[in-house]
């Protein structure tokens, strides 16, 4: 209750610039250090939690008084993870599913950004409602019929299987044409004057120039293909192509996933480990992303 | 040239079975024989399904309890996140970390910290003198389990998309107010709150869209043939297991138009209401 009026009213002092901030008594501020602590840890306390699991031999997870630094500290949760789950196979299927399907879809929604925003033709309005009235149909009405087109396909067990079908989505394609509205025909038209056809335009000026777009559809792209659950579970199940989190969902249903919780939190620290430094990396792109996605409403 | 890798795509994985799956929903199909016609029967069975009834029964509660709890928690948090202090980033950070995360991950680092005897919260309860319950073995414990995860893992996301609208607020509207002498609840009741509307209204689209589809926490919290493992269960759930667990395409087609049919109508409610609260600085 407290601190919700807090922030209300310190939110706006802050508006108003600094000169109001120092006429507000200092219990406001510590009140709202004392909020961003307690905010940080909740929200970083699991993910160390989970660390700190993997890192602990099993009769020491198993203790009525948790500790979140690790004595004796071991790595034998990794190497029994190694000896359940074929690691480095299901890390490269992560890897590359997620690699390829990025750089693909990308190019699939560039191409058709480009036709639907700097290509004259007829039906383009009509044919771009159709992107906009796919993008409304919900993934679960999907995931039957995607499941038997891919067994008609016989691509059950593939890599296709896990790429292919994700390539197409028309919201990659409705955030890149955004995109390339904005930016002005005075470069293409030079270009053109000069003897450029399309393909050398599309190539040369406009996929250099709407970088910002196409990393900010890349976080997504990688963010989907690397996080997938749902589809996979029914499209590639085998250890061969399994991806990360389809292995380590198995190992926590298996019969003694009961105790074993710090290799499968091993497991959990291997998946996440790569998409959290993806994350510090390109974190501009990530809220630049999701902000992006939330004014098209 | 340019749009038919895209078009042709879009037709063959994503027109092609959303048809397909309408016309699955009328038909009896094991995936063995050949599918049959059965007009309505699929949907008149949903209708007599204790299991649909069930199912939908725990989504509308965990959306009841998820949807307005995380509207209101991100909201407050993108009001701290918009101010200009020191160590703000740091919170941002933070708190989108669960956001990039998976849900397989998710709800297994919080399978662990809700397990009964070992994990952090009731260690913590019992710190305060309150014995824990059995979180996950229970369906109802279980449901607030998932609540709390959820909203984790979501309050970061959600927070950002009130952060992109409040930060499109012209702070010339709050240096006036404060000219004639509004307090600080006032300008937020005034100013702030009917400027965020529009995307106050899109984050409940976003929230109801996306949570009438929950499956993942559902689908890997519950311990292993526990109640809550046997009980609680979402529709899309129900989806998965009729297509693959008893081969049933036609059912399963045929609940999911059903869940798609609820989530447009309530998106459709929440158009036409939004006239009562949206506002629009153009108007």
Redesign the interface.
């Known amino acids: 209750m407290n601190?919700?009026n807090a922030?209300?009213?310190?939110?706006?002092?802050?508006?108003?610039g600094e000169g109001i901030v120092v006429s507000h008594n200092g219990f406001t501020?510590i009140a709202?250090?004392l909020?961003?602590i307690v905010?940080?840890a909740?929200?970083?306390l699991?993910?160390l939690?989970?660390l700190s699991?993997s890192l602990k031999e099993q009769q020491y997870?198993?203790?009525?008084?948790?500790e979140l630094i690790p004595n004796p500290l071991t790595f034998t949760s990794y190497t029994q993870l190694a000896d359940r789950i074929d690691l480095g196979r299901t890390f490269f299927n992560s890897l590359f599913v997620a690699l390829v399907g990025t750089v693909g879809q990308i190019?699939?929604?560039a191409?058709?950004a480009?036709?639907?925003s700097r290509?004259e033709w007829r039906g383009r309005n009509t044919?771009f409602m159709?992107?906009l009235a796919?993008m409304?149909?919900?993934?679960?009405?999907?995931?039957?019929?995607?499941?038997?087109?891919i067994?008609q396909l016989d691509w059950v067990n593939t890599y296709q299987a896990l790429i292919?079908?994700g390539?197409?989505s028309?919201f990659g394609?409705f955030l890149l044409r955004q995109a390339l509205l904005t930016i002005p025909k005075d470069f293409e038209e030079a270009a053109f004057v000069d003897g450029a056809n399309?393909f050398t335009i599309?190539w040369r000026i406009i996929l250099p120039l709407s970088r910002p777009a196409l990393a900010t559809l890349a976080v997504f792209s990688f963010?989907g293909y690397?996080?997938?659950?749902?589809y996979p579970l029914?499209v590639a199940r085998k250890e061969s192509v399994a991806t990360l989190?389809i292995a380590?969902?198995t190992l926590?249903?298996g019969p003694r996933?009961?105790t074993e919780?710090n290799i499968?939190?091993a497991g959990?620290v291997i998946?996440?480990l790569p998409?959290?430094v993806?994350?510090?990396l390109a974190?501009r792109w990530?809220?630049r992303g999701?902000?992006s996605s939330?004014?098209k409403? | 040239?340019?749009?038919a890798?895209?078009?042709i795509?879009?037709l063959?994985?994503?027109?092609?079975?959303?048809i397909?799956?309408l016309w699955?929903a009328f038909q009896d199909w094991n995936?063995l024989s050949a599918p049959k016609f059965i007009g309505l029967a699929n949907f008149q069975e949903l209708l007599q399904d204790q299991d649909f009834w069930r199912a939908l029964r725990y989504t509308l509660t965990f959306v009841v309890l998820y949807v307005p709890s995380v509207f209101v928690i991100g909201l407050?948090?993108a009001?701290?996140l918009?101010?200009?202090?020191r160590?703000?980033i740091?919170?941002?950070?933070?708190?989108?970390?669960?956001v990039?995360?998976?849900?397989?991950?998710v709800s297994?680092?919080?399978?662990?910290?809700f397990?009964p005897?070992?994990g952090?919260i009731n260690?913590g309860l019992a710190l305060l003198g309150i014995q824990g319950p059995d979180w996950l073995f229970q369906p109802q414990t279980a449901l607030y389990a998932m609540v709390i995860t959820s909203i984790?893992k979501d309050v970061?996301?959600i927070a950002?998309?009130y952060?992109?609208?409040l930060q499109s607020i012209s702070?010339t509207y709050?240096?006036a107010a404060?000219i004639d002498g509004a307090g600080?609840?006032r300008?937020?009741r005034s100013i702030?709150l009917p400027l965020l509307s529009?995307?106050m209204?899109?984050?409940a689209?976003?929230l109801l869209?996306n949570y009438?589809?929950l499956?993942?926490q559902v689908w890997?919290m519950p311990?292993?043939d526990s109640a809550a493992d046997r009980q609680l269960r979402v529709?899309?759930t129900e989806?998965?297991r009729n297509?693959?667990s008893y081969n049933r395409?036609g059912y399963?087609?045929a609940l999911?138009?059903v869940?798609?049919i609820l989530?447009?109508i309530i998106t459709f409610v929440q158009f036409r209401l939004q006239k009562r609260w949206v506002y629009y600085e153009s108007q």
Not at chain 1, 226 to 230: G, H, S
């Open positions: 601190h919700s922030v209300a009213g310190t939110m706006q002092s802050t508006k108003h501020s709202r250090a909020l961003m905010i940080v909740l929200m970083v699991p993910f939690w989970m699991t997870i198993l203790k009525t008084t948790p190019l699939v929604a191409m058709a480009y036709a639907f290509l044919v159709l992107y796919t409304m149909v919900p993934a679960v009405v999907l995931v039957v019929p995607q499941f038997i087109l067994r292919v079908p390539l197409f028309a394609t399309h599309f963010m690397w996080n997938n659950y749902l029914f989190p380590l969902a926590q249903a996933a009961l919780w499968v939190m959990a998946t996440v998409i959290l993806a994350y510090l974190q990530f809220v999701v902000i939330g004014i409403g | 040239m340019f749009l890798p895209s078009l795509g879009l063959v994985f994503i027109v092609y079975p959303i397909a799956s699955l995936m407050g948090l009001l701290l918009n101010q200009k202090v160590g703000m740091i919170v941002r950070t933070s708190t989108f970390l669960p990039v995360a998976s849900w397989v991950v297994l680092i919080w399978k662990w910290i397990n005897s070992y952090l260690y984790w970061g996301y950002l998309l952060l992109g609208g702070e709050y240096e404060q600080r609840w300008s937020f702030t529009p995307t209204f899109f984050v689209i976003t869209i009438f589809q499956f993942e890997l311990m292993t529709i899309v989806v998965v297509a693959f395409m399963a087609s999911s138009w869940l798609f989530i447009f």
